[in-house]
Every structure is written in structure tokens, then in C-alpha cells.
């Protein structure tokens, strides 16, 4: 190996009492693509925001090409060379501004640069960088207009723009289409030719497959496994990111019940096919897909906020036709959402008025609450599901991302329904708290029909009875969790109907 | 078919619905309003939106980084009583006072900007609290009297400075533009930073910057943009702005009325969020800034001259401003709906 571009030796980070990082030690050479696999919460998204700056890290060292290297803030490791891509696509792009402003803005940034922008100088030199990734959308679109896949292409491209010494994409192609990613794919190429190092974080193991020259696999902080050669071994990788193989997990097979959730002519938008979807009692379906694949649309639908083009929906034979969260909740509809920061937690509330916020009138008599009798279910819950805290008076904001979750979760299990849907119920949850919430959701799921909706294929793997995939509005591949066939699910997920 | 004609329909009425209904405005009162079509007239009305517009551009600035400023119109009544005390009761020139008066607007900037970005109170608060801060603080050194020459002070004697000829001429010189004595400085004043805010809002790299701020601060940070450093500026312009109104409105009074300016704060904070529905922009800008606070005085004016009575201007501005958010939110609303489906 040639002298590292980047080297970092036992970097730790932790957040409250709440260790991320145990020492990382890792180097990527000039030339080199070194992917970087985690699961969820391993601590793959801390470590880059250190290495790009946006966090400091707690101990250790960094240095590029032989040099000390520590920057402060996001601009320090830009200026030295080392570029981002982030996994979160709206952390990349102003909604406001157009493609060719997006494309350059940090050369505004830079204090030589002109004072006024030249806006068709600019134009120009978007426009070759967009041919050079093939971009095919105009420069001076907004980019609040484009779609979630052209956003992420912006956001790489940019990088692309700032000619690199090290290029880290987080997550890159989660909502790119196969071709997409091919393009993608040829330019990490290209840069690898041109002697860029390259940190690529996935656990895609089709994107690993063809990018990779190096694996380091994480879990819990730690690195767990260093693979490299010319014959990388990737089922040794995963088990070291998993901490078992993937078709280890082994889930008993369940009793269906009869239908209780059946959707026929489910359209979600005018020009996306219909489908149909029958949910049963007693099962746990994952719904899986890319980013604007319609997964969510398809939750929303069905618990009424956002309308679909046209549906038939019924209810243990009982036609259901959802208008607003009230409809679906008095229907025994519940949804927990996706993204609890900003649609389930209320931070301002403690534990126990955070589970029973959805179901007051039912701890309340003539509208006065009845603390007591909140308290009593909560700590039945906590106990339950596994909640880790002081009392259920504690502040929302004082537990872990897990912990959080646990309770947004355990707010729609205090009550019967008949269908629970979770929508990516493991976002920014550790390993452990997503095994307790899995096996909690298992447990309970006698009874009702259960619908998860997650992107990550493990976590769907991990919990579900069946397997769903959808692919640009439709369900591509239905598929039962007995010797399922995870090459053929992943090239469901990410074949474009173009193609 | 129907629908991209719709949709044209639509992106056409989003960029120049306002501005046509301006000049349909112009072309009704010029007709039914004897004497409305003169420069006499169009000179009044910018004298009448100078003030509240050249506070309105410094409140662009701050709703660009997605901040908002409470605090402009006490900024105003500040550096108006600021520069009548330096005059009359510290006898000092013109110049100083002017000096003193952009000084006090930039600090208080400064302090806006740093409570918002470094002890993080949210923008509204802190600028309300600033601004009761300085409505306060203005009464203190007079113990709640105006400033007039004259005056009698606190120790018995009587203030013998005076507003300076300078200073005054400020306020109260015109300009020989084909009429004689026809274009006021304040005027000028404005139309000059009009174009000075609008250049560097839209064609500098900072006011770049500062929409990528106001669009998605996260963002902005992570392509190396120094975030608080511009939304202090942001606040720094802003009250810079309002004290250069200030002076203005002391310049034309010619005293430190206590009273005065009492409409400032909001009368410049409606035609920034008029200017949003200017050519559809959908987002603080200058020029439709500016274009707001003239709507604002073109309607009042002819009103006025159609025989309106003086009580009916608050009811016109506040509906004027509904309107003008409906444009903005509701119809931009329904693009990107249109577009997404």
C-alpha cells in the first residue's frame, strides 16, 4: 500500500453518557476505494461527521498525507481537500437556489473569490461538471423542483466539483436507481484512476461488491474486521458488521389470520401503476424500497394524510376510506412515523405524557386527566418494552435515540389495533434497542396485521414475516422469510423499470 | 392540454400579478384622480415610502438568513433622539451626530446578532426585547421629554445647541429635477441603498450566501459557509438601515419628537413581506421591497386624493398585505403541487 492519504488512529467520541466511538484506527490509500459497513447505529455517520469536521473528536489523531490534520469546522476540511457527501440529501442542497449555484456555492464561500457572483461564468462551469456526472436537468432549475434522486446526484456532484484528495459519500446511492448508481459507480472509477482515496459507507453488498478494493466492517464503535485482497471474502464482512451471518436469522413461521387490511387499485400518483395488498392477522410485513419508491406515500395512505389517486381499502370487510389520522385511529389504524424528531417526539413532555399523548381522553374523566392513571400504563410499558431511564417522569430528551424510539413505539401499543404501521421505526436506533423493539413488535403481533416500512434490507429481514418490495410506485417482489433469496430482493429494489 | 394552460396561467399571474395590479392601480387613479398623474404627486409618494422602504431593506436582509427583526423601528426612534441630544444638548456637529447615529444602529446590530447566534434566543425575542430595551433607553438621558432648542435641563439651564443647517438639509433639501425644487434627498437616499441592498443581495457572493443560510442553514454549514458571522451582518445592515431612517426623520423634523415613528416597525416589515409576492419570487428580495413600500404609498396616496378619509389607511395596508401573502404562500403552494403531480 502507498503512504495513506488519510490515517486515523483511536478516535473516540461519545455523546452524554453515550459511547459512539471506541477507538477507530483506519488509513485509506491514494488510489484506493475502502468501504466502511456498519449497521444502523454501529457508528459509521459519527465518524465521518469527525472526519469531516462537523464534530471533534473525544482522543486520538488524525493526519492527511503525513500532516496533522484536525479540522474545526466543515470549511476547514474542505479547504484541506477532504470532501463530503452526506447521507442525509437535504444536509447537501439548498432548496432555494438553482442547480449551477448549488453546483459551485462553495466557491462562494472561499474568501478570493469574486465579490460578485458571475452568474453566467457560473452557469458554464455547472454545466460541465453536470455532463460530467451526467446530470441531464438544466442548471438553472430550482432545486426545491427536482426529484430526490437528481437532489442526491447535486450533492455528489458538487464534490465532484471541488477535485478532492479524499472523498467520503455516506450512503451515496439509498435513493438512486441502478442506472443511477452505475453512473455513480463509473465516476468512483474515474477518481480512483486519478489517485483520489475513497471512504465509501454502505451495506449494500451489491454496491460493495463492485466498488470495493478494501472492507473495514464496524460494530458498536469498534472496528470489527479489516478484509482486503483480491478475493475479498463478503460473507466473512457481514457477519463481522452483524455480528452474525445474514441468513442466520431464523424467524419461526406464524399462523396467518384471516385478512384484515385489504387494499385493491392502490394508486399513489396518476402516472405510477395500481397494486394490490392484503395484510393478515397475526403477520409482520416489511415493506422495503428505495427513497421515493412510494413507501411512504403508501403508509400515508393508508392512515389518512395524504390522499391517494385512487384506492379501495377495507377493514376486516368493512370498506376504509381514510381522510384524516382521526378516521384511521378510530378505526384502529395506528402509525407511528418515521423521522420522531420532527413527527413524534414532544420535547417538551416527560416519558409517560409522551406515550399517552394519542390516547388522553382515555386517562381522563370529564376531560381532567388523571396522572396516576397515565403513569401506571407507561411504567407498564417501560417495563415492557424495555425503556432505559430513571422513572417515566424522566424528559424525553434525556434518553438515547433507542430509548426515544422505544417510546414513540410503545404510545401506539397501548392500545389494541388492528393495524399497527411503523414507518422506519430503527432510524437512529442501536443495535440493541432495535432487537428489543423487533422482538416486542413480534411478540404483540398476534392479533392484528403489522406493516413496517423500512429502507435498510437487515432490518427487514431481521423482524418481518414477509417480505414486500416496491420499485417506483408498484410491488416488485413479494417474498416469505423462509430461505429468502436476498440477491433477487436486492436487484428488486434497485432495477429501474427503464432499464 | 387544459392543464399546462392552467399551469401557464398560473406561473403568469404568480410572476406579475402584483405588478400589474400596480399599474392597474397607477392607470385608475391617474384616471379618476385629478392631479395624481403629476411629478409633484409621484415625488410625494416616494417621499412618503422613503423612510418605512429604507427600513424595509434592512428587514430584508434579516428575513433572508430566516431571522426577523422587531427591533428596527426603535433603532429608528433611537438614532433620532440620538442625534437630536448630540446637536442640541452636546452642541456637536452634523457630522458627529450622523457618525454616532450609524454607529448606535450597527452595534445594536451586533447585539442583536450575538444574542441570536451566541446565547441562541430565538430572533423574535430577542429583537422585542430590544426593542422594548431601547424604547426605554431613548426617554432616559431627557427624562421623557422631547428635544427641541431651548428645552430646559435637568440642572436648570437651558439647551442652547440647534439642529445645524446641514443636518437639516438632509431632511428637508430638493433637488432641481425638471421641476425646481422636486426631489427630496431622503429619496435619493433610498433609491441609492434600494440598489446598493439589491446588488448585494442578488448579485454578490455574500447575498448569495445569505439566501443558502435562510433556504437550509445545515446545508450552508457544511459547504464552509461561516453562518453566524453573515446573520450578524445580516442584523448589522439592519440596523444600520434603521438608523439612516432615523436620521432622515429627524433631519425632516427638526426636533426629537418622542412621539414619532410610532408606525415605522410595522409599515416597513408589511412592505418586505409584500415584496415577496413581487415576480413571484416567493422570498425576501430587494426589489420587491421596494416595489411594496411603493405600492403601499401609491394606494394611500390615491386614496387620499380620491377624498378617502385618514382612518380607512391601516384597514387598505393590512388587506394590501393579506393579499400580497395569499399571492406568495397559496399560489406558489399550488405550483408545486401542480409540478409534483
Not at chain 1, 45 to 62: E, F, P
Not at chain 1, 292 to 321: C, E, Q, V
Request: proline letters at 3%.
Amino acid at each position: 500500500m502507498e503512504s495513506p492519504a488519510l490515517t486515523i488512529g483511536s478516535i473516540t467520541k461519545s455523546f452524554g453518557s453515550n459511547s459512539v466511538l471506541l477507538g477507530i484506527d483506519l488509513a485509506l490509500a491514494p488510489g484506493e476505494v475502502t468501504v466502511l459497513m456498519g449497521a444502523n447505529g454501529a457508528g459509521k455517520s459519527t465518524l465521518v461527521k469527525i472526519i469531516c469536521g462537523v464534530y471533534q473528536a473525544d482522543g486520538g489523531s488524525m493526519s492527511l498525507a503525513g500532516q496533522p490534520y484536525q479540522p474545526r469546522n466543515a470549511a476547514e476540511a474542505i479547504a484541506d481537500g477532504v470532501v463530503t457527501v452526506h447521507q442525509n440529501i437535504d444536509d447537501g442542497v439548498i432548496p432555494d437556489l438553482d442547480v449551477a449555484n448549488n453546483l459551485l456555492l462553495d466557491r462562494l464561500t472561499q474568501r478570493d473569490a469574486p465579490l460578485f457572483v458571475r452568474e453566467r461564468t457560473m452557469r458554464k462551469e455547472a454545466k460541465q461538471h453536470a455532463d460530467a456526472m451526467g446530470i441531464t436537468v438544466p442548471v438553472t432549475a430550482r432545486v426545491a423542483d427536482l426529484g430526490i434522486a437528481d437532489r442526491q446526484m447535486i450533492g455528489i456532484a458538487r464534490a465532484m466539483a471541488r477535485a478532492p484528495k479524499v472523498l467520503i459519500l455516506d450512503e451515496p446511492t439509498s435513493s438512486l436507481s441502478s442506472q443511477e448508481s452505475k453512473r455513480l459507480f463509473n465516476l468512483i472509477d474515474r477518481l480512483r484512476d486519478q489517485g483520489v482515496a475513497i471512504l465509501y459507507i454502505s451495506h449494500r453488498m451489491t454496491d460493495i461488491r463492485r466498488v470495493a478494493n478494501r472492507i473495514i466492517a464496524m460494530r458498536n464503535g469498534k472496528v470489527a474486521g479489516v478484509f482486503e485482497g483480491d478475493n475479498i471474502d463478503y460473507e466473512a464482512a457481514v457477519t463481522a458488521m452483524l455480528g452474525h451471518s445474514l441468513s442466520d436469522v431464523t424467524l419461526p413461521a406464524v399462523e396467518r389470520g384471516k385478512p384484515v387490511l385489504q387494499i385493491s387499485g392502490m394508486q399513489l400518483k396518476p402516472d405510477w401503476p395500481a397494486f394490490d395488498l392484503t395484510a393478515h392477522a397475526g403477520e409482520v410485513i416489511a415493506v422495503t424500497g428505495l427513497l421515493g419508491s412510494g413507501k411512504s406515500m403508501l403508509a400515508s395512505a393508508i392512515f389518512g394524510t395524504r390522499k391517494p389517486h385512487s384506492a379501495n381499502m377495507s377493514i376486516d370487510d368493512t370498506p376504509y376510506l381514510p381522510t384524516h389520522p382521526q378516521d384511521a385511529v378510530e378505526r384502529g389504524v395506528f402509525m407511528s412515523p418515521k423521522d420522531r424528531g420532527n413527527n413524534a417526539v414532544v420535547g417538551a413532555f416527560d416519558i409517560a405524557n409522551n406515550m399517552t399523548v394519542p390516547f388522553l381522553s382515555a386517562f381522563s374523566r370529564f376531560s381532567l386527566l388523571s396522572g396516576r392513571k397515565q403513569r401506571e400504563a407507561a411504567r407498564r410499558m417501560i417495563d415492557d418494552i424495555g425503556v432505559v431511564c430513571q422513572s417515566d417522569a424522566d424528559g424525553i430528551g434525556t434518553l438515547s435515540g433507542g430509548n426515544q424510539q422505544k417510546v414513540m413505539i410503545a404510545r401506539w401499543l397501548l392500545k389494541e389495533c388492528r393495524v399497527l404501521l411503523l414507518d422506519e421505526p430503527f432510524q437512529g436506533v442501536d443495535l440493541g434497542a432495535r432487537r428489543d423493539i423487533g422482538e416486542y413488535i413480534r411478540n404483540t403481533a398476534q392479533e392484528r396485521a403489522t406493516i413496517i416500512f423500512v429502507s435498510e434490507v437487515d432490518e427487514a429481514l431481521e423482524v418481518a414475516d414477509r417480505v414486500i418490495v416496491m420499485n417506483e410506485g408498484d410491488i416488485t417482489g413479494d417474498h416469505t422469510n423462509q430461505q429468502l433469496d436476498v440477491s433477487l430482493l436486492l436487484s428488486q429494489i434497485t432495477s429501474s423499470h427503464a432499464a | 392540454m387544459t392543464k399546462t394552460r392552467n399551469d401557464r396561467l398560473l406561473n403568469f399571474a404568480i410572476r406579475y400579478g402584483f405588478l400589474l395590479l400596480m399599474i392597474g392601480l397607477i392607470i385608475y387613479f391617474s384616471l379618476f384622480a385629478p392631479g395624481f398623474a403629476t411629478p409633484r404627486s409621484a415625488v410625494f409618494i416616494l417621499q412618503s415610502v422613503a423612510l418605512t422602504g429604507i427600513l424595509a431593506l434592512g428587514v430584508t436582509c434579516t428575513l433572508v438568513v430566516d431571522g426577523f427583526d422587531l427591533s428596527i423601528g426603535s433603532v429608528a426612534t433611537s438614532a433620532l433622539m440620538l442625534s437630536a441630544y448630540s446637536m442640541v444638548i452636546l452642541e456637536q456637529s452634523a457630522l458627529v451626530a450622523v457618525l454616532l447615529c450609524l454607529f448606535m444602529g450597527a452595534f445594536i446590530g451586533l447585539i442583536n446578532g450575538l444574542l441570536i447566534v451566541k446565547c441562541r434566543v430565538p430572533d423574535l425575542l430577542a429583537t422585542l426585547g430590544m426593542m422594548f430595551l431601547l424604547i426605554g433607553l431613548q426617554r432616559i438621558p431627557t427624562q421623557g421629554n422631547s428635544i427641541a432648542t431651548g428645552m430646559s435641563l435637568p440642572d436648570g439651564n437651558v439647551a442652547e445647541g440647534t439642529f445645524s443647517a446641514a443636518f437639516l438639509w438632509i431632511g428637508r433639501h430638493r433637488f432641481d429635477v425638471v421641476l425646481e425644487r422636486l426631489v427630496p434627498v431622503p429619496v435619493i437616499v433610498f433609491i441609492v441603498l434600494a440598489v446598493v441592498i439589491w446588488a448585494f443581495l442578488g448579485l454578490t457572493r455574500h447575498g448569495r450566501l445569505m439566501y443558502a443560510i435562510g433556504s437550509n442553514e445545515r446545508a450552508a454549514t457544511l459547504v464552509g459557509t461561516n453562518v453566524n458571522r453573515y446573520k450578524i451582518v445580516a442584523y448589522m445592515i439592519s440596523g444600520v438601515m434603521a438608523s439612516i431612517g432615523g436620521i432622515l426623520l429627524a433631519a425632516r423634523l427638526g426636533r426629537g419628537d418622542i412621539a414619532s415613528g410610532n408606525n415605522l416597525l410595522l409599515d416597513s416589515v408589511a412592505a418586505a413581506l409584500i415584496g415577496f409576492a413581487v415576480l413571484g419570487a416567493s422570498r425576501p428580495n430587494a426589489f420587491g421591497t421596494a416595489i411594496g413600500a411603493l405600492f403601499v404609498g401609491i394606494l394611500l396616496q390615491g386614496l387620499t386624493m380620491m377624498n378617502a378619509p385618514y382612518y380607512t389607511q391601516d384597514f387598505v395596508k393590512g388587506a394590501v398585505l393579506v393579499l400580497a401573502l395569499v399571492f406568495t404562500f397559496y399560489l406558489a403552494w399550488r405550483k408545486g403541487n401542480s409540478s409534483e403531480a
